[in-house]
């Protein structure tokens, strides 16, 4: 038997940090956890006690409301990127950050983006939702025409990778749980907007294959979510409607003895 063949005939190496043969956890040593990677936890001081902290924040937050009337007021590009790092520290899946945010001014993209959108949402409205989904849907007021995807100063249109980016040798990688990594890190960029005094809006048209289409994106990203970002009108409104309270939203300690005391 040739040398050639006798290679071919060879069992392939497992990937570095595979499982040992044989086995389901044990892993190689250096794949590993090692003391020598690791940092101290960076620490957060607000100032005041967690309560205070807690309520100053809950304060500032239960103001948030989705918008769809807004100005037409720049906003500056510098704002945007910095609340998108604020997005960009969200916890994910063996930390392999699912997201990419693709930030939008320019008025010939907004103007694609609308006329996509609304061919979605009409067909939504008129044929593919149910009753009882439009009933719900009535108190607020919304309709298939969506005039804010042009008239907000920005969109930021989030998109779930389902894998990793191709490295030099053109491999990509595994992520984990991105639908929950990106769904936690669009929050947090909510959150940051409004902070920041904007006012955003979770638009989701469904299905959302044309904003892959028009931001000629790769086949591994796909879109999650599109926020239309900027400041209210003068005179903006929103429906009166409300939240629930926190014994409706919160439990502690269910199932657990109760505390008779001594």
């Given at each position: 038997?040739?040398?050639?063949?006798?290679h071919?005939?060879?069992p392939?190496?497992?990937?570095?940090?595979?499982?040992?043969?044989?086995?389901?956890?044990?892993?190689?040593?250096?794949?590993?956890?090692?003391?020598?990677?690791?940092v101290?936890?960076?620490?957060?001081?607000?100032?005041?006690?967690?309560?205070?902290?807690?309520?100053?924040?809950?304060?500032?937050?239960?103001?948030?409301?989705?918008?769809?009337q807004f100005?037409?007021?720049?906003?500056?590009?510098?704002?945007i990127?910095?609340?998108?790092?604020?997005?960009?520290?969200?916890?994910?899946?063996a930390?392999?950050?699912?997201?990419?945010?693709?930030?939008?001014?320019?008025?010939?993209?907004?103007r694609?983006?609308?006329?996509?959108?609304?061919?979605?949402?009409?067909?939504?409205?008129?044929?593919?939702?149910?009753?009882?989904?439009?009933?719900?849907?009535?108190?607020?007021?919304?309709?298939?025409?969506?005039p804010?995807?042009?008239?907000?100063?920005?969109?930021?249109?989030?998109?779930?990778?389902?894998k990793?980016?191709a490295?030099?040798?053109?491999?990509?990688?595994?992520?984990?749980?991105?639908?929950?990594?990106v769904?936690?890190?669009?929050?947090?960029l909510?959150?940051?907007?409004?902070?920041?005094?904007?006012?955003?809006?979770?638009?989701?048209?469904?299905?959302?294959?044309?904003?892959?289409?028009?931001?000629?994106?790769?086949?591994?990203e796909?879109p999650?979510?599109l926020?239309?970002?900027?400041?209210?009108?003068q005179?903006?409104?929103?429906?009166?409607?409300?939240?629930?309270?926190?014994?409706?939203?919160m439990?502690?300690?269910?199932?657990?003895?109760?505390?008779?005391?001594?």
């Amino acid at each position: 038997m040739s040398d050639q063949s006798s290679h071919a005939d060879k069992p392939a190496e497992p990937p570095p940090c595979a499982p040992a043969p044989g086995s389901r956890i044990s892993l190689p040593a250096q794949c590993k956890p090692s003391a020598a990677a690791r940092v101290p936890i960076p620490r957060f001081d607000p100032g005041v006690p967690s309560e205070q902290a807690a309520h100053t924040l809950y304060e500032s937050l239960r103001l948030r409301r989705s918008c769809r009337q807004f100005s037409d007021r720049p906003v500056p590009a510098e704002t945007i990127e910095w609340c998108i790092r604020c997005a960009g520290t969200a916890p994910s899946g063996a930390n392999k950050q699912p997201w990419r945010f693709i930030a939008i001014n320019d008025p010939a993209l907004k103007r694609q983006i609308r006329l996509g959108a609304e061919a979605e949402e009409k067909e939504f409205y008129e044929r593919r939702a149910s009753r009882e989904w439009l009933a719900d849907l009535a108190p607020l007021g919304t309709e298939w025409e969506k005039p804010f995807l042009e008239t907000a100063p920005w969109l930021i249109a989030i998109f779930r990778l389902v894998k990793t980016d191709a490295d030099e040798q053109g491999r990509s990688g595994q992520v984990y749980y991105p639908q929950e990594s990106v769904g936690i890190a669009s929050g947090m960029l909510v959150a940051a907007l409004h902070l920041a005094g904007l006012s955003t809006l979770t638009h989701t048209p469904s299905p959302m294959n044309f904003l892959a289409r028009i931001l000629k994106r790769p086949e591994h990203e796909r879109p999650f979510l599109l926020l239309p970002v900027g400041y209210a009108a003068q005179g903006a409104t929103v429906p009166d409607i409300h939240r629930l309270p926190l014994e409706q939203i919160m439990v502690r300690n269910l199932g657990a003895p109760r505390d008779e005391g001594c």
